[in-house]
């Protein structure tokens, strides 16, 4: 590479630490000429070679398969070798080591504990008859079914990607991570292994086990082969339940959804009582009241009292555009999302069945829901469904294209928005609300440093709202981010992320600097 050839003279800023002489890291910018198929790996090796001999990196195949050459890249985990510096269409890239690994130089890292724990999951195929082990007498035959299961995890590199991706780790440092859980499974659901009794007290020991995982899908969404390590953790939660290792409040909470419906231990005829309670007046298809929209109010905005205010902004709103809706009153019956999450997946299919039957019993042709959780439950784990499904903010955002919702009100704050797991990162639902929130005047938005596709998960997914969690939530570190923005309120678009952010923002003791509100309250005062 020469300028003379360059397509373009991109500036690198690169974190830089020398043990033997820096008390903290620093970052250094270096010019690169890039061209065509340029990876950031060429553009290291060519600092390296001609601008900075000093520069410490690591790095073996350059064919994304030994995994060596991961690293954060413009705040993304990926592996330098794979990823081309004109298709990322910046003037700066900014070049990290992994994060939740101690930094050794530069952008070397340690893997010690990474390893460390790759060893303790026992990654290996063990059988109870050792000396068939070590002296079979024939091939260990699998079933293509099992094979086709397992086969996914085998995929891995141990590059270290998930594990940098993963919130957990941020705060919990003997969370086994993605990678171990990946691993584990690959063996546990290979039917030719006998060795689960022996990983269960290592994969079950809460919070380092299974159960710490939020299934945000970070790490699924970053890994450069496809591992799914929150899939890793759902599968090997399945054998837990079925093995009775499960956390009591864990386990009311599935008995709740079993019994009424859903996971707060209330009864199903009061699933609509906050109606009642706010004054409104809502159609109800089980009263054979006709609409043309279903609105899927879910279990937390129906029976929590903080998330009831959300439903009744929400439903306001619909009524002051005028939108033809109704609900499924106390019919209406949990989702499963977090069932499924949890690994119970024999309930979360009644859930299911339930729901589909209650949809073609009243002849639903479109549903929109409060939570992301619902949304992707319905969208993403119901097959094949007949009738369309969005997110509220989905909905609002299209009738702002429509000039069908507009707002006649002025707020003059500093806002920011935590992208929900479930709509953002696994949905890829990141426009609608932004363009909520930017066309209300008067409105200044702040970005928090990690959103969008790497915004921090306020650990409400995976069943942790009904889990006893350690802390540090979180959810404070988010609270921490918002303030270091200016923000005077976080807005959210998921009832677990507002009660979550809302009881971080008290932990804190931030409540004189900024408030938790959904985007639903917040649009409710200027429409």
Same mark, same amino acid.
């Given at each position: 590479?020469?300028?003379?050839e360059?397509?373009?003279?991109?500036?690198f800023?690169?974190?830089?630490?020398d043990?033997?002489k820096?008390?903290?890291p620093y970052?250094?910018?270096?010019?690169?000429?890039i061209?065509?198929?340029?990876t950031i790996?060429?553009?290291?090796?060519?600092?390296?070679?001609?601008?900075?001999?000093?520069?410490?990196l690591?790095?073996?195949?350059r064919m994304g398969?030994?995994?060596?050459?991961?690293?954060v890249?413009?705040?993304?985990?990926r592996?330098a070798?794979?990823t081309?510096?004109?298709? /990322?269409?910046e003037d700066?890239?900014?070049?990290q080591?992994l994060s939740?690994?101690?930094?050794?130089?530069?952008?070397?890292t340690?893997f010690?504990?990474?390893?460390d724990?790759?060893?303790?999951v026992?990654s290996?195929?063990?059988r109870?008859?050792?000396?068939?082990q070590?002296?079979?007498?024939?091939?260990y035959?699998?079933p293509?079914?099992r094979?086709?299961?397992?086969?996914?995890?085998?995929?891995?590199?141990a590059c270290?990607i998930?594990?940098?991706?993963c919130?957990?780790?941020?705060?919990?440092e003997?969370?086994?991570?993605?990678?171990a859980?990946?691993k584990?499974? %690959?063996?546990?659901?290979d039917?030719r292994?006998e060795g689960?009794?022996?990983?269960?007290?290592?994969?079950?020991e809460?919070?380092?086990?299974?159960?710490s995982c939020t299934?945000?899908?970070?790490?699924?969404?970053?890994?450069?082969?496809?591992?799914?390590g929150v899939?890793?953790a759902?599968?090997?939660r399945s054998?837990?339940?079925?093995?009775?290792?499960?956390?009591?409040t864990? %386990?009311d909470? !599935?008995?709740s959804?079993?019994?009424?419906?859903n996971p707060?231990?209330?009864?199903?005829?009061?699933?609509s009582a906050w109606i009642?309670?706010?004054?409104?007046?809502?159609?109800?298809?089980?009263?054979n009241?006709?609409a043309?929209?279903?609105?899927?109010v879910g279990?937390?905005p129906a029976?929590d009292?903080r998330?009831q205010?959300?439903a009744?902004a929400?439903? %306001?709103i !619909?009524?002051?555009?005028?939108?033809?809706f109704g609900?499924?009153?106390?019919?209406?019956?949990?989702?499963g999302?977090?069932?499924?999450?949890?690994?119970?997946m024999?309930l979360?299919?009644?859930?299911?069945e339930?729901?589909?039957? /209650?949809?073609e019993?009243?002849n639903?042709?479109?549903?929109i829901?409060?939570s992301?959780?619902?949304y992707?439950?319905?969208?993403?784990?119901y097959?094949?469904?007949?009738?369309?499904?969005q997110h509220?903010?989905q909905?609002l955002?299209e009738?702002?294209d429509k000039?069908? /919702?507009?707002?006649s009100?002025?707020?003059e704050?500093?806002?920011?928005y935590h992208?929900?797991?479930y709509l953002?990162k696994?949905?890829?639902?990141?426009?609608a609300?932004?363009?909520?929130i930017?066309?209300?005047?008067?409105?200044k938005?702040?970005e928090?440093p %990690?959103?969008?596709?790497m915004?921090?998960?306020?650990?409400g997914?995976g069943?942790?709202?009904?889990?006893d969690?350690?802390t540090?939530r !979180?959810?404070?570190?988010?609270?921490?981010?918002?303030?270091?923005?200016?923000?005077?309120?976080?807005?959210?678009?998921?009832?677990?992320c507002?009660?979550?952010l809302?009881?971080?923002?008290?932990t804190?003791?931030k409540e004189?600097k900024?408030?938790?509100?959904d985007?639903?309250?917040?649009?409710?005062e200027?429409?």
């Open positions: 590479m020469s300028i003379a360059a397509e373009k003279i991109v500036k800023r690169i974190q830089r630490f043990p033997s820096d008390k903290k970052f250094k910018e270096y010019e690169v000429p061209v065509k198929g340029t790996l060429d553009a290291l090796i060519y600092i390296k070679q001609n601008l900075d001999s000093t520069l410490s690591r790095y073996s195949c398969i030994c995994g060596s050459c991961a690293m890249i413009n705040g993304i985990p592996l070798c794979e081309q510096v004109l298709q /990322l269409g700066i890239i900014e070049i080591p939740n690994f101690p930094q050794i130089r530069d952008l070397i340690d010690k504990v990474f390893f724990k790759h060893k303790k026992k290996f195929l063990i109870r008859d050792t000396e068939e070590f002296n079979p007498k024939s091939e035959l699998q293509r079914e094979l086709k299961e397992v086969l996914p995890y085998t995929r891995c590199i270290g998930c594990y940098a991706s919130p957990v780790i941020i705060k919990n003997g969370f086994l991570g993605p990678e859980l990946a584990a499974y %690959r063996y546990i659901g039917s292994d689960v009794e022996e990983r269960i007290p290592t994969l079950e809460y919070p380092y086990g299974c159960w299934t945000c899908s970070t790490c699924k969404l970053n890994c450069p082969k496809e591992v799914s899939d890793s759902i599968n090997i054998i837990m339940i079925e093995k009775g290792k499960i956390q009591p864990l %386990r909470a !599935l008995e959804m079993y019994l009424h419906g707060w231990g209330r009864i199903r005829d009061k699933r009642q309670d706010q004054n409104l007046s809502i159609k109800d298809f089980t009263k009241e006709k043309e929209l279903c609105w899927f279990c937390t029976y009292p998330v205010q959300v009744g929400l439903a %306001r !619909l009524q002051k555009v005028n939108t033809d609900i499924l009153g106390n019919e209406e019956t949990c989702c999302n977090e069932a499924y999450n949890v690994g119970e024999g979360f299919d009644e859930l299911k339930a729901n589909l039957k /209650l949809f019993k009243y639903i042709g479109r549903v829901t409060t992301p959780h619902c992707n439950a319905f969208k993403n784990r097959g094949k469904i007949s009738f369309e499904v509220y903010t909905y955002a009738l702002i000039g069908k /919702l507009k707002f009100r002025k707020i704050k500093i806002v920011t992208d929900p797991c953002g696994i949905n890829e639902v990141y426009e609300p932004r363009k909520i930017e066309n209300i005047s008067g409105v938005f702040e928090m %990690r959103s969008r596709r915004s921090l998960c306020c650990e997914g069943g942790l709202m009904w889990m969690v350690p540090p !979180l959810g404070e570190f988010r609270v921490e981010e918002a303030v270091e923005v200016g923000a005077e309120i976080i807005l959210v678009s998921c009832p677990f507002l009660i979550n809302e009881d971080a923002v008290k804190t003791g004189d900024v408030k938790v509100l985007i639903a309250e917040f649009l409710s200027v429409i």
